[in-house]
């Protein structure tokens, strides 16, 4: 009676197809004979040895991974590196596992025989791919391919079926696969650098809590009248003339080239402009003529304010002038032929500028000032006038700065711009704002100093710009200042031909508001630099981290997966094996052995076909073409190589001995 159905599974089998003699074999452990040589135990040590250094492999990656690299690794006495370190490991896991496919092999060449007649020949073909890569191709070319069956399609039942053996082809697929384990276990092991955070104050940075006019305030009075030192009129002139150039903040001070530096505040000056057109009106007045004798003509202008207006009729292209009104003679005296401006100012006193249109949320503005340009080269349209406000104000202002590489790069975030507003009869009272989220800090202006700003700008920015026809000119500036910002609104330059289609989207007003972003940083960086260049209080340097470039190690997890899959489904595949052979007709476990194939095989068969030892072609001919298949031989108790004599409609079984 054949074995029970699965006893394979519980305890180990042997053959009883042979009784061993007494020799130095009987001598050894029955344990050993029964575990090692008649079952699986070997298998299964090398299962769980190759997972166990899967599952070791995996540890140390995810041990040394975002770590700074180690030059070596010590083991076991010896110093190795981490890519040797994988190899070795993925190496040992590889062979341990191939251990067992090599094994689960060797057995399905048994279920491929059992009870179906397949030629002799096909015993070396499974042999062959139990050694390596190309035995395994060619088992799955000669078996799979050739004779068409499906080589994942499988039967656990424990009876006798074509497919069964197919599980085979899994371990020949697992032995090809596992050439490229080690090669690409290579690829896991990655280094890149990384920035380490040094200690905080290790970089610097200056920023400003206040601005005072006692040492800000040049000694020198210009037309009777306090002025800024010559640094702050370079900042802002060199603002007003950047034109497409961008003026950087302040340089950081960074001994590694690569720090950070947390959000930081620092006083300021902010730059805001907007659109004003809407408020722009024409009106028409009566003036003299420009001939003599004329009389007087009507022409139109077009305002936004009884004293911001300009003439249509006297080809003038920009008019611009503070928004603050002028309240005393002073020699400091301006154009009223293209501003509407005949007023003059003496003194430093503040300035009244809440005839602001966009801007009447800033109490203590630096610079006010209204623009109106000519927006099209016919000035007798229906609208031949825009019209602009901008600003530059007093602000407290967040800043992040980075440096990377030696390069660096500020940005400046939300800024706070409350400054309170001081009772004009108190002269020496201070301009504050505490921001209200908590800092605590006070940051102040003199009120001298704030003045003296005002009125600077109160006669830098004003002027006109004209249409003129002269030889070699086409348009006449009063001013530099003028000239510089006329240039982002001028629609007759020669290399603007589509400019009045530029400024309908907006692009002059943006190309401003970049020449005020440059004048507001100059100024900026001149309120935050250091004491000793041009003696500002209040200055303190704000610390950050001064970073280091380490390389570390990043794992690229994907890369493992070959390994992942050879270790699945090498369990896989001894678990298919171990129950296809245990089944209600199961074989023994006999493996690559070759002792039982040559026990099975008796004197007729080598006599009849052997003959002798010949080449391994022609022993491969011979085999080819004799159908053979392994049977139960009850009597003997046995299981025999036969072979069906007659033709295939079902003669009896005959062993063959």
């Not at 007649?117 to 000669?142: M, N, T």
């Not at 290399?495 to 005020?516: P, T, Y």
Request: proline share 5%; glycine share 6%.
């Amino acid at each position: 009676m054949a074995p029970s159905m699965f006893e394979g599974l519980l305890k180990p089998t042997h053959s009883v197809s042979m009784t061993r003699p007494k020799s130095r074999r009987s001598r050894l452990s029955s344990t050993y004979a029964k575990y090692v040589t008649d079952w699986w135990l070997l298998e299964i040590l090398s299962i769980a040895l190759g997972i166990a250094i899967f599952v070791a492999l995996c540890s140390v990656l995810r041990h040394y991974d975002g770590k700074p690299v180690r030059p070596t690794i010590s083991i076991l006495g010896g110093n190795i590196t981490l890519n040797t370190l994988v190899s070795i490991l993925s190496t040992i896991s590889k062979a341990a596992l191939l251990f067992t496919v090599s094994g689960c092999i060797s057995q399905s060449k048994w279920s491929w025989y059992l009870n179906q007649q397949k030629p002799l020949g096909e015993l070396s073909v499974f042999d062959e791919a139990s050694r390596g890569a190309w035995g395994a191709l060619q088992l799955i070319v000669k078996i799979n391919i050739r004779c068409g069956t499906d080589p994942i399609a499988f039967n656990f039942s424990g009876s006798a079926d074509p497919n069964d053996s197919q599980i085979a082809s899994v371990g020949a697929l697992l032995i090809i696969g596992g050439l490229a384990v080690v090669p690409l276990s290579q690829q896991l092991v990655h280094y890149i650098p990384q920035d380490v955070p040094g200690n905080l104050g290790s970089a610097t940075i200056p920023a400003a809590l206040t601005w005072t006019g006692s040492t800000q305030d040049s000694s020198v009075l210009v037309g009777g009248v306090p002025t800024p030192p010559l640094p702050m009129k370079g900042a802002i002139q060199n603002g007003l003339f950047s034109q497409n150039s961008l003026i950087p903040d302040l340089t950081p001070k960074c001994s590694t080239g690569n720090c950070t530096w947390p959000s930081y505040r620092s006083l300021a000056i902010c730059a805001r402009s907007a659109n004003v057109t809407s408020h722009l009106k024409m009106r028409e007045v009566s003036v003299e003529g420009p001939h003599p004798g004329q009389g007087e003509v009507t022409e139109q202008q077009w305002y936004l304010s009884q004293s911001h207006w300009i003439r249509s009729s006297a080809n003038i292209l920009l008019g611009m002038r503070s928004v603050a009104p002028i309240t005393s003679t002073s020699s400091y005296s301006t154009s009223s032929d293209s501003t509407g401006s005949n007023q003059d100012q003496s003194e430093a006193d503040s300035l009244d500028f809440s005839n602001s249109i966009a801007f009447k949320d800033s109490a203590l503005p630096v610079a006010d000032v209204f623009m109106i340009y000519a927006n099209d080269r016919d000035f007798s349209s229906s609208n031949p006038f825009s019209a602009t406000e901008f600003i530059l104000e007093w602000c407290v202002q967040n800043f992040t700065t980075n440096v990377v590489n030696g390069t660096f790069t500020t940005q400046r975030q939300e800024s706070f711009r409350d400054f309170s507003k001081p009772d004009p009869t108190e002269r020496t009272a201070l301009l504050t704002a505490t921001p209200n989220d908590g800092d605590g800090r006070t940051y102040t202006v003199d009120p001298g100093t704030h003045d003296s700003l005002q009125t600077y700008f109160l006669n830098l920015i004003q002027g006109n710009v004209t249409l003129i026809n002269l030889p070699g000119a086409s348009k006449s500036a009063s001013n530099d200042v003028s000239e510089a910002l006329f240039q982002p609104f001028d629609i007759f330059g020669q290399k603007n031909n589509e400019m009045d289609r530029v400024l309908g989207r907006g692009a002059g007003i943006s190309s401003l508001q970049r020449i005020l972003d440059n004048t507001a940083t100059g100024m900026t960086n001149m309120i935050r630099l250091d004491d000793n260049i041009i003696n500002s209080t209040a200055s303190e340097p704000v610390p950050g981290f001064a970073n280091t470039t380490q390389i570390v190690v990043q794992v690229q997890w994907s890369w493992i997966a070959a390994l992942s899959i050879l270790v699945a489904g090498t369990a896989f595949f001894f678990l298919a094996t171990l129950i296809a052979s245990s089944g209600r007709q199961k074989s023994a476990v006999w493996k690559s052995s070759t002792l039982p194939l040559l026990k099975a095989l008796d004197r007729e068969l080598h006599t009849d076909g052997f003959s002798g030892m010949r080449t391994v072609s022609a022993t491969e001919d011979w085999a080819q073409d004799l159908p053979v298949l392994l049977s139960w031989d009850a009597d003997a108790e046995s299981w025999k190589l036969v072979r069906r004599h007659g033709d295939d409609d079902g003669d009896e079984l005959r062993p063959l001995k």
